[in-house]
Every structure is written in structure tokens, then in C-alpha cells.
């Protein structure tokens, strides 16, 4: 087979649960949670040294996109190392939180709605040949992004 290039482009749902105090909205965990990435990238839009992107989408969703992987190995590399850097990211919005007298908790969410109905989810990018045969891609990606929901859940 050809070497492909293909990434994840992860969004992530953020809610804060407070002990007896006011609920934060999402716009307001996410500024917690970028306070620290517009600190060192003086935006909430960066790119990583590992080639990743991270920023907050629309709706205030952290997104992380892997870089372009040529293994699926690479892929899943990447992948889980965004959900460190979101990890950290976490730690550190708590931390100001209790600097600032704000009894809460952060929790980050991979999936893809949240309780309102919203959605936002993972996104996969692959890279073909323009001259390619697109018929053979409906006759065999259509079926596999049909049925792989049974076989891996859709992201609930």
C-alpha cells in the first residue's frame, strides 16, 4: 500500500463542578483551562513542538489535532499525548481556581454531545490523490464510516 498521511482532529466538551458556589459557564472553564497557553503562545490558538495544533474551537470547545502521521502507530502516539497536554491543562485551571477561591472540579469530556444536545466530535483527515477513482471511495468508504459506529461507539 502507498504511505498515506492522515491525522485526529479531537474537540472536547469542559464543564466545572462547584461545591456550593455559582457554576462556571464554558466559556469561562475554557479560559481557565487557555489561561496557561495564552501565557507562553499569547494566543489560545497554538501550535506544539510536537507539530500538534491546540486551540479553542467554536463554542468553546479545546480542540487538539494531531500532526500528520504516516502510521497508525504515530497516530495513536499523538492522539494520547494531546490527552496529557489536555490533562495538564486541567491541573492547572483547578490550581487557579483554588487561588482564587473557587471550590471546583474541571472535567474535560471526549465524546460527542454534551447534556444540551450540542454537538462537536473527532474528525479525521486523510490525504488522496486527486485523480483518484472516487466511486471505489463511496463503494468502500461509505460502508466502513456506516458500520464502524456498532463496532466502536460514537464517542458517547
Known amino acids: 500500500m502507498e504511505r498515506r498521511i492522515f491525522g485526529l482532529e479531537n ?12 457554576r462556571l459557564s464554558p466559556d469561562e472553564v475554557a479560559r481557565y483551562l487557555f489561561r496557561r497557553v ?9 501550535f506544539l513542538e510536537n507539530g500538534a495544533r491546540l486551540y479553542l474551537d467554536v463554542g468553546s ?10 502510521s497508525i ?10 490527552e496529557r497536554i489536555l490533562e495538564g491543562l486541567v491541573r492547572s485551571a483547578e490550581q ?6 473557587i471550590r471546583g472540579e474541571v472535567y474535560l469530556f471526549k465524546n460527542n454531545t454534551d447534556s444540551a444536545g ?14 483518484g477513482d472516487f466511486t471505489r ?11 464502524r459506529q456498532v463496532f466502536t461507539g460514537a464517542g458517547k
Open 11 to 22: 474537540e472536547y466538551g469542559v464543564t466545572c463542578t462547584l461545591r456550593g458556589q455559582r
Open 38 to 46: 495564552v501565557s507562553w503562545g499569547r494566543s489560545s490558538n497554538v
Open 61 to 70: 470547545h479545546p480542540e487538539y489535532a494531531t500532526p500528520e502521521c504516516d
Open 73 to 82: 502507530e504515530d497516530l495513536v502516539v499523538h492522539d494520547k499525548a494531546g
Open 96 to 101: 487557579r481556581l483554588r487561588e482564587e477561591g
Open 118 to 131: 450540542n454537538s462537536y466530535g473527532c474528525h479525521e483527515n486523510y490525504l488522496v490523490e486527486r485523480d
Open 137 to 147: 471511495f463511496t463503494d468502500v468508504l461509505i460502508p466502513f464510516l456506516v458500520t
